[in-house]
């Protein structure tokens, strides 16, 4: 896969899902991505009208970090709420850092892929609404999204349409 090459989403009931790779320090499965995304929006009980994912380098999202939320350093993943006012339809766009997911797949042990999934998960619950502003609040957050994974693995190891 090209640094840049694009997955246009087809659209269907759940709306337009896009992923675009802008890295080339892991592999991306684009139609996984897209099925967890999918994924999430189901379980949640939530109807998708666009989501763009797009995996960057340590790089880019340090830029991105300065630049939208006054932070230095790198971050794991951002999300941006796009949706219109009173909207009941996810809109929004998840940034998330391959090199982020190398250091802390390490460190905690897991898979480089399925750390990328847990920030992908990760944004998107927060374009859900979840919040992760106190120690209650990501504990809660954290178990959900590890609830998420694992049952969309269980799914997709089936080899069942996920």
Do not use: W
């Not at 592999?27 to 996984?32: G, N």
Request: hydrophobic residues 35%; aromatic residues 4%; contains cysteine.
């Amino acid at each position: 896969m090209n640094v840049g090459e694009e997955s246009e989403g087809k659209p269907s009931k759940q709306g337009k899902i896009t992923i675009s790779n802008r890295q080339e320090v892991i592999p991306i499965d684009k139609r996984l991505l897209q099925r967890l995304v999918k994924y999430v929006a189901d379980e949640e009980g939530c109807r998708i009208l666009s989501i763009d994912v797009a995996i960057v380098s340590a790089d880019e999202i340090e830029r991105l970090n300065r630049k939208y939320l006054n932070r230095e350093g790198i971050t794991d993943v951002m999300s941006f709420d796009l949706s219109e006012v009173g909207s009941d339809e996810l809109d929004g766009q998840i940034v998330v850092c391959a090199d982020a997911a190398v250091v802390q797949s390490k460190h905690y042990g897991l898979d480089v892929q399925d750390e990328l999934m847990l920030y992908v998960i990760h944004g998107l619950l927060h374009l859900i609404g979840y919040d992760d502003i106190s120690a209650d609040l990501a504990g809660k957050m954290r178990v959900r999204q590890k609830q998420i994974l694992e049952n969309f693995k269980k799914l997709c190891g089936q080899g069942e349409n996920c």
